[in-house]
Nanobody, 114 residues
Framework: QVQLVESGGGLVQPGGSVRLSCVASGMIFSREIMNWYRQAPGKQRELVAVISTAGSSTNYIDSVKGRFTISRDNAKNTVYLQMNDVKPDDAGVYYC???????WGQGTQVTVSS
């Protein structure tokens, strides 16, 4: 069974930065594309960023391009999301997900407020 444990969220001021982490287990991490999703209150969960197995290719939704960076450390079975210049619309619960697996972690809350 795939397990995903997200961490690193918290209260962030507009314009601030935060780095999220997700540790994965129960699969061969280096073989899986990894994704970060987010869900704001009252909204559907949306895919935010994707990273290839080796980390050489990334994709982002338009609203976070140039501000967020997804990366991974295959030796640590960990995927990261560096969030810079955070905006109020970035608030929500952030989840990681592995490749085609249906499993979700508990998520980590990002609150944006001054």
């Amino acid at each position: 069974q795939v397990q995903l444990v997200e961490s690193g969220g918290g209260l962030v001021q507009p314009g601030g930065s935060v780095r999220l982490s997700c540790v994965a287990s129960g699969m061969i991490f280096s073989r899986e594309i990894m994704n970060w999703y987010r869900q704001a209150p009252g909204k559907q969960r949306e895919l935010v960023a994707v990273i290839s197995t080796a980390g050489s290719s990334t994709n982002y939704i338009d609203s976070v391009k140039g501000r967020f960076t997804i990366s991974r450390d295959n030796a640590k079975n960990t995927v990261y999301l560096q969030m810079n210049d955070v905006k109020p619309d970035d608030a929500g619960v952030y989840y990681c997900r592995a490749g085609g697996y249906p499993d979700w972690g508990q998520g980590t809350q990002v609150t944006v407020s001054s």
